[in-house]
């Protein structure tokens, strides 16, 4: 009854920065079952695993417009800003991003060593 | 609210106006769009909408501000100059593309189409946000797991090896990991054991959710009732017995790659089995993968199993936990079986606990206690503590609580205050509970043990082993570094057992040994069970097995053994269902039969409730507990079909349990279907009914359905906060749990999934149909289904004690054959009305007051579902039946003396019957009537082994049915017939000199061909002669046959009008050969309501016994009058003349 529906996996989508592996059912801008949503860039998209709806779907990546690393879109790895960027190179290049970006990576940044740190006290 | 704003012409722009609202729903969420009106998502959407209106009214408007530098390389060149949050969001909408135009109805501004197109950007960005959030956390904590650094580790060994055993305490994710791991390895048909089916669901729920197959169809579960498996299924959840059908029917299960079977540490029967089965399966299937999971708890001995596989240890995720002894002082322990345990010790505990440790730091506290009793006793000292204190929240927790009851211990306790859980060994690995910091083990746990002898089971108190304790001490250091206390020495604990006694070495064993033999696998007695069961168990079974007719001498199955052998309950309950298919009795029995296989449905609690016992009153059957069972359901059942009724409120007024209710609901269905499957039972044809009715009916079970969704889209049961005031003071559970929950709920429409469900499952009207016409049974299906009981039931049979009738209510006892001083359970009809059972003493005691067993025609037997030994052994689910009928009809072994006056039941029970003629009258309609019932059963079961026909009934043929329904009304007739008897428990000695042994007299005697070619055999143990399998004649020590002769007496047959002297037996015999009967085919003429119908079939003395055919019966009967005459011979008695012709009838 659901097989036909279901989107089977393609491959595994990892990310090159952060070692997040998840399996994905399409790659590109027209995410299956969705007629008017579009990307706007080239995404490896899992169907939504925590909806039962079948064109809910779930980005999980894509390409540094950068350096072309496969980076997921956690917060921790990349931000969009009209391209992807992977957070390196947005660091390497942060004069060219407007304030709001720049503050928003700092806070990251900032949110990130917490989090860590918060991991390390519990193990 | 929403009709005070309204669109205020062309001035202010009103989001909130509904028709400005469905206007933008129209154009940006209609069905090819992403979010779609009225969906639960639209409904997020206006809420998420509201608050970004409320976030960014302040904005002061886009500040342009120019980049300092100029982009640096190619790739930067492009970026927008000025920022603008939405340049952050991937994604584009195509709705209401090119519908700012909208002419006449264009109403909505471009400005506002623009703002509200980037409002649902925005909200499908964040909903991207959310679900990366926690697909990450979820693979994040996935990482963490202890497990998943011996992933690689685990799949080297697996391909290397077909057996690999992992072993890894609670908490290091094996059960969960594991199956996915594998899965992802690229296995496929992956089918992992559990021994409880809660886990299974909870498991099959958990690991689609982390594998990311929540909707999917890749990990499913399979338990009794209930299946979520599809051919897409990669991992399916089932329980360990679930499993051992499956091989019973498919013995390579070639429908598995790989099989995993969790907790084997736990050593239940199924498990213990399975295991077997596999180690024989596994040469077969070099391709198939085991992987045997278990705590870490006598890892070797699985390993050794199978033939050294490499084991995989993963350490636990546990905190310290340091262990304080406080062993219990000698004046607190309890002398006698009888004495309460003595709460102090356990207080104390509470009380340094206290002294100890702030309020502010929080951690829960879990009592182990050996079973309820003892729960009890502890939790009536610790709630005058709690009140007193305001500390603490006390909370029982053991299976025969209900289910909502069970769940309060997931409840959050208010700040400041702790929980104390007082739990039975159900929260050492079954039930896991967050939070606790604090362990108190009593160091005693009560298991069943198994009495081969007496085929009895008693629940104990043992000590427990030092893996149980060590698993005990772990549920403190889940969460954090914990403290046990243990209320014995550490010498105690040196001393305990290193591991739980398994389960197949103190349970009864029958149903094992069934399976066993259905599989084929030969002998148990030489079965490579992992640690074998105790010899005595098995042959106990295999003779209980023989006894219940499901075993040849030979010890293969029998017809009826391969039947009961498919049914997946006991022996007994499982003849109940075949015996009641043949009489009509189908949806009674079905119910009964559900009944008695689920916990009861009765809560204890209530039991004391004089409100509950008022209500139940009306559902109390005189007959016994299976028929009150019986008349629960139904009467629920006809609540569940009245619309308007509240069944949950019906059930609590009643003190019942209605998950149980649910439960009988359930496993009926299935029996249904087993017994369809087996041809036993004609399947229904569908009811054509009218289009308008069916269209009805298709419409509710949509609308069930979407409630169904609804439920599980809404699902988690929402943690509450415990109130502390409603739990001290006994708590008065039910009516509070209600009102708070549907206070929580949100009002009048809280729906009952558990109704929901049984609707769909079931159909309603069909099961309301069969509930009424089992409330109309009439008196003569009533004593059919006694006599159905009583056969499937037999010889689990009780006699009241004859000093009963003196005794007070709750002092009566019963003695079995092998146990006595048993007692009726409280909730038993007898225990509160125990003169149904009186009937004949009291009559009695009228003429007589020394002798209460004394003569009368109403002894009364109790037949009982099960024995169980706590502080007394109890009886459990008792139906009466009058004792001579039952004890004539089902024993087997049945012993008289010459003129047949006295019997003996299976060496235990003596009858005395008043007059001997009566008394072989009986006898011998008895020998008539069970040849017809094997008859008939033989019957019915030769057509359950024939392949089904085409249309797939296999419906018994209508000559068939006949003679069933003649046997019903025969057999009724004899359960009526009155005969003066009194009843008698042998003594010891009394049973050792009860048979007169064997005689000199070899040959025995023959008549000529008239009565069958049938040589009598001299019994060589009893003396007397073999009659039947089960009737010896005149073997017993009595003196009886010096008056023999003299019961000969003149008789003319009312049908051939021969005139003679006869004895009892030889008039019988006439009878049942007379040719000039005018009923030779008694069951076709009384069919068509023949004057005669039952016309005294075994008749009040003087009336003509009315034989039924059939060659067989009248052998057994001409088997007795020969029997008669050789004895007379033997014994050289004086013969009367002219007894010979009476052997030379005329034919
Ligand atoms: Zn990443
Ligand atoms: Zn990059």
Redesign the pocket.
């Known amino acids: 009854m659901a097989s036909s529906s279901e989107q089977e996996p393609r491959g595994m989508f990892e990310?090159q920065?952060?070692g997040?592996t998840v399996p994905y059912s399409y790659v590109g801008q027209k995410p299956p079952n969705t007629r008017t949503v579009v990307l706007l860039e080239e995404c490896y998209v899992l169907k939504d695993p925590f909806s039962s709806d079948k064109d809910k779907f779930l980005i999980l990546?894509s390409q540094c417009s950068l350096c072309s690393k496969l980076?997921?879109v956690?917060p921790?790895?990349s931000l969009f800003y009209s391209k992807r960027f992977c957070l390196p190179c947005v660091r390497e290049n942060l004069s060219a991003f407007p304030q709001e970006i720049r503050q928003d990576v700092e806070k990251r940044h900032a949110l990130s060593k917490t989090g860590s740190r918060k991991l390390a006290s519990r193990t | 609210m929403a009709s005070s704003r309204r669109a205020e012409g062309r001035g202010r722009w009103d989001w909130g106006c509904p028709e400005t609202r469905s206007r933008l729903e129209e154009v940006f969420f209609g069905n090819q769009d992403i979010i779609r009106r009225g969906s639960e998502d639209c409904r997020r959407f206006w809420a998420f909408f509201e608050r970004l209106q409320t976030f960014q009214k302040p904005k002061p408007g886009p500040a342009a501000k120019q980049l300092a530098e100029g982009p640096r390389c190619p790739a930067l060149a492009g970026l927008p100059a000025t920022y603008d949050p939405r340049y952050r969001i991937n994604l584009a909408l195509l709705s209401g593309e090119g519908e700012p135009g909208l002419g006449a109805r264009g109403q909505l501004p471009r400005d506002q189409l623009a703002e509200f197109r980037r409002a649902v950007l925005h909200y499908l960005d964040f909903g991207q946000k959310q679900s990366f959030g926690k697909l990450a956390k979820l693979q994040r904590e996935r990482a963490a797991l202890p497990v998943a650094r011996y992933r690689g580790h685990l799949l080297q060994a697996l391909r290397e090896h077909q057996v690999v055993v992992v072993a890894g305490d609670t908490g290091c994710g094996k059960s969960t990991q594991v199956p996915q791991y594998l899965l992802a390895a690229g296995f496929s048909h992956v089918a992992c054991t559990q021994p409880r089916r809660i886990a299974c669901i909870s498991l099959a729920k958990r690991v689609g959710f982390e594998s990311l197959n929540q909707y999917g169809s890749q990990v499913g579960y399979q338990i009794r009732f209930e299946s979520t498996r599809s051919p897409a299924t990669g991992i399916v959840f089932l329980t360990e017995g679930l499993l051992l059908r499956q091989i019973q029917r498919e013995p390579g299960l070639p429908q598995y790659q790989v099989l995993i079977v969790d907790e084997v540490h736990e050593r239940h029967l199924h498990s213990d089995f399975l295991l077997g089965v596999l180690r024989r399966l596994l040469p077969a299937r070099p391709d198939l993968k085991l992987v045997l999971m278990s705590a870490t708890i006598n890892i070797s001995l699985f390993s050794s199993y199978f033939s050294c596989a490499p084991v995989v240890q993963v350490p636990g995720r546990l905190f310290p936990i340091s262990v304080i002894y406080q062993p219990i002082a000698k004046e607190e322990v309890p002398t006698s079986r009888a004495e309460r345990l003595d709460p102090r010790p356990f207080l104390r505990v509470l009380q340094a606990i206290d002294h100890k440790y702030p309020p502010e730091e929080r951690g829960d506290l879990l009592v182990f206690l050996s079973g309820m009793a003892e729960i009890g006793a502890v939790l009536e000292a610790f709630q005058p503590y709690a009140a007193h204190t305001k500390r603490w929240v006390v909370l029982p927790l053991h299976s025969a609580l209900s289910i909502a009851d069970q769940d309060k211990v997931f409840d959050m306790p208010p700040p400041g205050v702790r929980k104390c859980i007082l739990s039975t060994n159900i929260a050492e690995t079954s039930v896991t509970i967050d939070g606790v910091r604090f362990v108190l083990d009593s160091g005693k746990v009560k298991e069943m043990s198994f009495d081969p002898k007496a085929k009895l089971q008693r629940l104990q108190e043992f000590w427990i082993s030092r893996a149980s304790a060590e698993q005990r001490k772990g549920r403190a250091g889940r969460t954090g570094p914990g403290v046990c206390y243990r209320l014995y020495a550490e010498s105690d604990y040196d001393a305990f057992a290193p591991y739980p006694v398994p389960e197949i070495q103190r349970v009864a064993l029958d149903a094992l040994v069934l399976q066993m033999k259905s599989m084929g696998l030969g002998d148990p007695r030489g079965f490579p069970f992992i640690e074998p069961p105790p010899a005595a168990s098995l042959e106990t079974a295999i003779v209980y097995l023989r006894d219940q007719g499901a075993l040849d001498a030979s010890e293969h199955l029998t017809p009826i053994g391969t039947l009961l052998s498919q049914l997946p309950v006991d022996v007994v309950i499982g003849k109940i269902l075949i015996l009641g298919c043949m009489f009509d009795l189908v949806e009674p029995v079905l119910t009964m039969a559900a009944a008695l296989s689920v916990q009861s449905p009765f809560v204890r609690s209530a039991q004391s409730n004089l409100e509950c016992g008022t209500a139940r009153k009306p559902l109390e059957s005189d007959h016994g507990d299976p028929f009150t069972l019986l008349n629960a359901f139904n009467a629920w059942v006809q609540v569940k079909s009245d619309r308007s009724a509240n069944s949950r409120k019906w059930c609590r007024r009643r003190g019942l349990e209605e998950h149980r209710m649910y439960e009988i609901a359930n496993l009926r269905q299935q029996f249904k279907g087993l017994l369809q499957d087996h041809g036993l039972l004609a399947e229904a044809r569908a009811v054509p009914g009218d289009s308008y009715s069916r269209q009805q009916r298709h419409r509710q079970r949509r609308e069930l359905y979407q409630l169904k969704r609804q439920h599980e889209e809404g699902e988690g049961r929402k943690r509450k906060v415990l109130r502390l005031e409603a739990l001290d003071g006994g708590s008065s559970s039910g009516e509070d749990a209600e009102a708070s929950g549907s206070q929580a709920g949100g009002g009048a429409h809280r729906m009952d999934i558990q109704d929901v469900k049984f609707k769909l499952r079931h159909d309603v009207d069909q099961l309301q149909a069969a509930a009424s016409s089992a409330q109309d049974l009439s008196r003569d299906q009533l004593a059919l289904l006694k006599l159905v009981l009583g056969r499937g039931l037999y010889p689990q049979l009780a006699a009241p004690d004859q000093f009963n009738s003196c005794r007070k209510d709750s002092d009566q006892f019963f003695h079995t054959q092998s146990k006595q001083g048993a007692v009726l359970h409280p909730t038993c009809v007898f225990a509160n009305n125990p003169d149904l059972l009186q009937g004949g003493q009291a009559e009695a005691q009228e003429k007589s007051l020394d002798r209460r067993d004394g003569p009368s025609g109403q002894h009364q037997l109790l037949a009982f579902v099960s024995l169980l030994e706590t502080n007394k052994p109890y009886l459990v689910n008792c139906v009466r039946l009058p004792a001579l009928q039952a004890l004539l009809l089902f024993s087997r072994s049945l012993d008289t003396n010459g003129d047949c006056s006295c019997l003996v039941a299976d060496g235990w029970l003596q009858l005395q019957l008043e007059g001997s003629e009566g008394a072989t009258q009986l006898l011998s309609a008895a020998l008539r009537l069970r040849a017809r019932w094997e008859e008939a059963l033989d019957h019915q079961l030769a057509r359950q082994a024939q392949p089904r026909g085409e249309d797939g009934a296999a419906a018994a043929p209508k000559t068939e049915r006949k003679a069933a329904a003649a046997l019903g009304r025969d057999l009724l007739d004899f359960m009526r017939s009155k005969v003066s008897y009194s009843i008698h428990r042998l003594t010891a000695l009394e049973a050792q000199n009860l048979y007169v042994g064997p005689q000199t007299i070899t040959a025995a005697p023959q008549l000529p061909g008239l009565f069958g070619e049938a040589a009598l055999t001299p019994n060589e143990t009893k003396g007397g002669y073999t009659v039947t399998s089960f009737l010896t004649y005149n073997c017993l020590m009595s003196d009886a046959d010096l008056y023999s002769d003299c019961l000969r007496t003149f008789w003319s047959c009312p049908h051939c009008g021969l005139y003679m002297p006869f004895t009892p037996l030889e008039r019988m015999s006439h009878e049942s050969s007379c040719p000039a009967a005018p009923d030779k085919d008694a069951h076709g003429e009384q069919e068509g309501g023949g004057p005669a119908r039952g016309g005294g079939c075994l008749g009040l003395p003087g009336q003509p016994i009315r034989p039924s055919c059939g060659a067989t019966s009248a052998q057994l009967s001409a088997h007795l009058l020969s029997l008669a005459r050789g004895q007379r011979g033997g014994g050289g008695g004086r013969q009367p003349p002219g007894v010979h012709s009476a052997a030379g009838l005329p034919l």
């Open positions: 990310c920065l952060c997040l990546g980076v997921c956690g921790e790895c």
